[in-house]
C-alpha cells in the first residue's frame, strides 16, 4: 500500500520518474517512454518502483497467486523451421531428436494423473513432415501422414483415459484434422506458443 506521505517522499526522485510513477497509479496506461524510464532509472529507486508495481498489483488481481498443476508431453522435437532462439527443436541427425510413440504418451499422462496434474502439456514442433523425411516415416507409423492429426489423436487419447485437460502451442491456422468430432471442444485451451509466428 502506498500512502500519502510515501507520495510526498517522491519530491526526493527525478521528477520524470516521479511523474510515470504517479500516472501509473492513478490508472494511466504507460507507454513505451514511460516504460525506458522505469528500465533506466537508477538503482537507488528501486524499492519506490516496486512498490508502486506492488500496489499496482494489490489494487488490480490481489495477492492470491493460482496454477494448474500440468504434466508436459514434449511430442515432437523435429521442426521445419529455423528460429534462432529455438533450444527445443532438433534435426532428425541429433541423437536428441525425439517423437514420443503413443505408449510414451500415455505412461506420461498416467504419471501425471498420478501426480495430482490437471492438464497435459503439448509441446512440438512445426509440421516437421513438410520438411524431413524422418518425420513423414514417423507419421506412417503411426497412421497419420500430419503431425496435427497424430496430436489430435494423443489429446483425445490423454483426455479420455486421465481426464487431463490437453493445451498445445500447435499453430492455430489449420484446424486439427478436419472433421473433427467434438474433441475440438477439449482443445479450446489451446495456446499459442512462442512459435506462433516463427520468422523462417
Ligand atoms: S517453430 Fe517453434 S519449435 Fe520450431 S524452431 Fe521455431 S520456436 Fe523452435
Request: charged share 30%; with cysteine; aromatic share 6%.
Amino acid at each position: 500500500m502506498i500512502t500519502l506521505s510515501d507520495r510526498r517522499a517522491w519530491s526526493a526522485l527525478p521528477p520524470v520518474l516521479a511523474d510515470v510513477l504517479d500516472r501509473a497509479l492513478s490508472g494511466e496506461t504507460l507507454d513505451a517512454d514511460d516504460g525506458y524510464v522505469l528500465i533506466r532509472a537508477d538503482p537507488a529507486y528501486l524499492s519506490e518502483i516496486v512498490a508502486t508495481a506492488g500496489a499496482l498489483r494489490d489494487g488490480g488481481r490481489g495477492r492470491t497467486i493460482t496454477y494448474s498443476r500440468k504434466v508436459f508431453f514434449p511430442l515432437t522435437n523435429l521442426c521445419r523451421d529455423k528460429c534462432g532462439y529455438c533450444t527445443f527443436a532438433k534435426a532428425p541427425k541429433d541423437p536428441d531428436a525425439k517423437t514420443m510413440d503413443r505408449d510414451e504418451v500415455r505412461a506420461v499422462a498416467a504419471a501425471g494423473r498420478a501426480a495430482g496434474c490437471k492438464e497435459a502439456l503439448f509441446s512440438l514442433g512445426e509440421r516437421p513432415e513438410e520438411r524431413y523425411a524422418l518425420a513423414r516415416a514417423q507419421l506412417r507409423t503411426l497412421g497419420h501422414t500430419k503431425t496435427n492429426d497424430y496430436l489430435f489423436e494423443m489429446c483425445e487419447t490423454v483426455f479420455d483415459e486421465t481426464g487431463l485437460i490437453p493445451h498445445t502451442n500447435a499453430r492455430r491456422d489449420e484446424p486439427l484434422r478436419s472433421g473433427a468430432p467434438s474433441g475440438d471442444q477439449r482443445l479450446d485451451g489451446i495456446d499459442a506458443g512462442e512459435h506462433q509466428r516463427p520468422p523462417s
